[in-house]
């Protein structure tokens, strides 16, 4: 199976987004991918309520292009103002959710982002707390994506997950080939150890990362701009790098091109065998 992971770089204009979001997932679809990844915060880098009170009808529409070209994709996040039960979260709050459409147009999977993140930056927003705007998820999740009479597990998570290796196990042990990572890492934390979490995460789970990703400059009406690190990179089981983008900009693209790609392909039986060879889960004692 080919997987893309999609490089944007989301602004607060939502429209311009989804176009950003169509262009990216028929350009992956002509290359073959049969799952695009898309970054966090895809439909817009702030304005969070306003995005959410559209969430409906913005999932509708990438909904609607999955279905338009016959491939999953996953909505890295949407900010959702209510719970999978259809409960509003309380307290004013609201849910980071990743949904994975499968190619009829169908939501095949719901995921709320689990780790809110939280750190002080030396860049120019200095701190970060997302549990003021977002209330935790509560459940993991690991769902089917069938390609070709072939099922891949794929083990969903957002951005600061990836700073927990239990829940990449975890997500493994339940059936995972393959882990979502859509991500808006900062600038600074994204130099540092974006590439090193989504290798050691491939090596801690022996699955395929997927880290799609936001780069570049974020204008924000309320305050100075924020920078994303960008990056996307997919990893295969074994810690290797198999595609990235070098870059936190959308340098060198094309003129009419606002993303980037990443393209890999998953060989269930490559990674099997590694995974025979070297059968941590196995040996593995705390967990």
């Known amino acids: 199976m080919t ?41 817009s880098m702030g304005e969070q309520r306003a995005t959410a009170a559209r969430f409906d009808e913005l999932s509708s529409t990438i909904s609607d292009y999955a279905r ?21 979260v309380p307290d004013g709050r609201m849910r980071q959710v990743s949904q994975l459409f499968a190619p009829d147009g169908t939501q095949a999977a719901r995921y709320d ?28 999740v690991v769902t ?18 990836l700073r927990f290796p239990a829940l990449a196990q975890r997500l493994r042990q339940a059936g995972a080939k393959l882990l979502s990572a859509p991500s808006a890492f900062t600038y600074l934390t994204g130099q540092a150890n974006w590439s090193l979490l989504l290798q050691a995460r491939a090596l801690d789970s022996q699955c395929m990362v997927i880290g799609a990703a936001q780069g570049g400059e974020h204008s924000y009406k309320t305050g100075n701009p924020r920078q994303t690190w960008g990056h996307a990179a997919i990893t295969a089981f074994d810690g290797s790098v ?14 009419d091109k606002s993303y980037a790609l990443v393209l890999a392909t998953l060989d269930k039986g490559a990674q099997e065998k590694g995974r025979q060879s070297m059968p941590i889960f196995q040996c593995h004692r705390l967990a």
């Open 3 to 43: 997987i893309a992971a999609v490089q944007m770089n989301s602004q607060q204009d939502i429209n311009a987004n989804l176009a950003t979001i169509k262009a990216a997932i028929s350009d992956a679809s002509a290359q073959g991918a049969k799952l695009v990844v898309l970054p966090e915060n895809c439909c």
């Open 113 to 140: 982002k689990i780790h809110l993140f939280t750190a002080t930056v030396a860049d120019k927003q200095g701190s970060y707390n997302e549990a003021a705007t977002f209330e935790p998820g509560t459940q993991t």
């Open 68 to 88: 338009m070209h016959g491939v999953y994709v996953l909505a890295g996040s949407l900010p959702c103002p209510y719970r999978p039960e259809g409960i509003i």
């Open 144 to 161: 089917p994506i069938e390609v070709n009479n072939a099922i891949f597990q794929l083990g969903m998570m957002v951005c600061f997950d």
């Open 242 to 255: 198999v595609d990235s983008y070098e870059n936190s900009a959308l340098e060198g693209q094309a003129l």
